[in-house]
């Protein structure tokens, strides 16, 4: 017996042994590594260019060397774009739709996101007569295109007084968010252990009890993933925040196409870029502050269930 | 006193009957043992009287109260589930309390009962810890403690130990033993694994396709099954079925093989008839001794299974597969003839065509 095992060591000594030698220039890992490359090289660029121009003074730009960085690094730009720049007659910069914009995006995002995480654990979890039909309607309703609804919603906001008011804009975004974020929480909900549900219930909490003591404090990554939903959708909407608000309303986006496309004299390179970058900052900081939770969210809610 | 009553208990999920028409009271101090393969109902059922389902017709009583309209949290029950459950984002103390908080019980009350829960359990170092920092027996064990702390008189455990590894299965199982000892309350268990109902029920209900096949102790169930489906379903390895014929003479004929069913307790006394003979592994005898039983049969071992405590050969008579367990220290070897003796008294036999005990 002692002797078989001997062999045994000894045939492992000449055989390969422990992990597998895998070389860094395989060809499998050049495929990934060149891929992933190119593919930042085409997103990052536009970037880079946005940046290096929105720096440099006019007379450098019309040099018309646009992937050169700036000789001489000026914000004034970025001064320009936030507090000066012209949309016709009102000299104010973007920082006045930047307002609008936070006006409009922190109720919108907490009214959605808050009523459809309580659609989604009803849905969910308190099956009641009806309520798959109510959800297969609800889920239509992320089907439907929004140019259709354009002109009824107009008519609706009309009627109810709201047109033209941050409160119109508000209640517009809320419905537009529903279907896509009550399928969100629903199969998030659906996802966690039914048995923690009953537990609950014997344990005598109710409705609201086992929504906020049972399901919320259990489903940060699916509250991440539909803030930045929201965040971005709201904050990147041109079109409801061009129709359905007035000039003294026009959320940031609004702002910065106007901006852009009046032209007094000179283009302003250097401002509109500053001033777009500034517009997609809120998504940005919201997306890189929460990304490792958006993906965990994504990947727990939406895809199982 | 009658604990909990079902009467009449019917439950549909949409065209499928999931219970029919099912019966049961439990008496008070009774430890019942829900038994079945998957699918049977027995969740269901226990679902039901925890009234996390609707019924569709019947009446569930819980000491003497209709509770069919009941909550679960009025029910006077508290239930331990199979994952067990445990609020991940709470303490172990949080987990006890979340229940006795819902019920607005004062704050001193509920540190004396989540203290003496943790004291019964010995889980009072864990109580600040999280569920996720807690092993799989831990958990189930402040899983138990989230039932104790209610103060109720009926217990719920939905195969509170299937997730367990076998170890910890047994030690845990003794320790429910103990609790209900303890405790005396009525408890209600659901479980597929026939070590854990025989060894803690008072009561066995075996359960199939929506109905109760026998509702007996464990020894009754095992000694006397009412039908097939229970002589199959308990034991391990499961018994040893022949066709034959049975003659009102208190004969029986498997095949070529006669013998007297001498010692046989009949339901109602020997009949003529088509039969289903059956006789557990256990109750084989070996060797010498077998030439002293009603049915002594040559065979040969053909797989040998050899377990430590036990024996298990695998042989043929008259055609059928035929299982023997044996004290594991009786030597033999694949291939090795055997004498096998048969002694009625142990035996079961089931008519036919209803299966039904004879």
Redesign the interface.
């Known amino acids: 017996m002692a002797n078989n095992m001997n062999e045994t060591t000894a045939g492992v000594v000449t055989g390969p042994s422990g992990p597998k030698p895998r070389p860094i220039l395989s060809p499998r890992n050049i495929m990934i590594y060149g891929t992933i490359l190119v593919v930042c090289f085409y997103y990052a660029l536009p970037l880079y260019v946005m940046i290096v121009t929105s720096l440099k003074g006019m007379p450098e730009i019309r040099l018309g060397n646009i992937f050169s960085p700036p000789v001489e690094i000026t914000f004034q730009p970025w001064v320009k774009a936030w507090a000066e720049a012209c949309t016709g007659l009102d000299c104010t910069g973007l920082s006045k739709g930047f307002w609008n914009s936070v006006k409009i995006l922190i109720p919108s995002a907490t009214l959605s996101i808050l009523i459809a995480s309580i659609n989604g654990y009803a849905l969910a979890n308190w099956k009641f007569k009806g309520s798959e039909v109510f959800f297969t309607i609800l889920i239509f309703g992320a089907f439907v295109p929004y140019q259709v609804v354009i002109y009824p919603i107009v008519i609706i906001l009309r009627e109810l007084g709201l047109f033209g008011k941050l409160p119109g804009l508000v209640l517009v975004h809320v419905i537009f968010g529903m279907p896509i974020l009550t399928l969100l929480f629903r199969n998030y909900f659906t996802s966690l252990?039914e048995?923690?549900f009953?537990?609950?219930?014997?344990?005598?909490?109710g409705f609201w009890?086992i929504y906020f003591?049972?399901m919320v404090?259990?489903s940060l990554p699916i509250f991440v993933v539909a803030l930045i939903l929201q965040v971005t959708g709201i904050w990147n909407d041109f079109l409801f925040g061009v129709i359905y608000t007035k000039p003294e309303n026009y959320p940031m986006t609004v702002q910065l196409n106007n901006i852009v496309n009046s032209v007094q004299g000179v283009k302003e390179y250097n401002v509109n870029m500053a001033a777009t970058m500034l517009t997609g900052i809120v998504p940005l900081i919201i997306y890189f502050a929460s990304g490792k939770l958006f993906v965990r969210g994504i990947a727990a809610g939406a895809v199982k269930g | 006193m009658t604990s909990v009553s079902i009467q009449n208990l019917d439950l549909n999920f949409g065209a499928v009957n999931v219970l029919k028409q099912l019966n049961l009271s439990i008496e008070e101090g009774e430890f019942l043992v829900l038994l079945g393969a998957s699918g049977c109902g027995k969740s269901t059922l226990l679902?039901c009287i925890?009234?996390?389902l609707d019924v569709s017709d019947g009446q569930i009583f819980i000491n003497g109260k209709n509770v069919t309209w009941a909550?679960?949290?009025?029910r006077g029950?508290?239930?331990v589930?199979?994952?067990y459950?445990?609020?991940?984002?709470m303490t172990v103390k949080g987990n006890l309390s979340?229940?006795l908080k819902?019920?607005r019980l004062p704050k001193p009350e509920i540190e004396e009962r989540v203290a003496r829960a943790a004291e019964i359990l010995q889980i009072e170092p864990l109580l600040h810890r999280k569920p996720g920092a807690l092993s799989g027996g831990q958990r189930q064990r402040v899983a138990i403690g989230?039932a104790l702390v209610?103060d109720v008189d009926v217990f719920l455990f939905d195969e509170p130990l299937s997730n367990l590894d076998a170890k910890l299965r047994a030690e845990l199982r003794v320790e429910i033993k103990r609790l209900h000892q303890k405790l005396g309350n009525t408890m209600i268990y659901v479980t597929h694994d026939q070590v854990e109902a025989m060894t803690l029920a008072d009561r066995i209900a075996i359960m199939r396709d929506g109905l109760v096949q026998q509702l007996a102790g464990p020894d009754e169930i095992y000694n006397r099954p009412a039908n097939k489906y229970v002589a199959d379903f308990i034991g391990s390895p499961a018994m040893n079925f022949f066709e034959g014929r049975s003659t009102s003479a208190g004969k029986i004929a498997l095949g070529k093989l006669e013998f007297d069913l001498a010692g046989y307790n009949f339901v109602n006394g020997p009949t003529d008839g088509d039969v289903w003979f059956g006789y557990r592994p256990e109750h084989v005898v070996l060797g010498e001794a077998a030439r002293q039983m009603p049915l002594a049969v040559e065979a040969v071992a053909e797989i040998v299974e050899p377990m430590g405590s036990d024996t298990l050969i695998w042989t043929k008579i008259e055609g059928y597969d035929f299982r023997i367990r044996t004290d594991g220290q009786y030597k033999v070897a694949a291939g090795d003839p055997l004498l096998v003796g048969i002694d009625p008294r142990f035996a079961s036999i089931f008519d036919k065509t209803t299966e039904e005990r004879v």
């Open positions: 252990p048995e923690l009953k537990a609950a219930r014997v344990d005598g909490a009890g003591r049972i404090p259990m | 679902n925890a009234g996390l909550e679960p949290s009025d029950i508290g239930m589930f199979q994952s459950a445990l609020y991940p984002q979340f229940g819902n019920a989230r209610r």
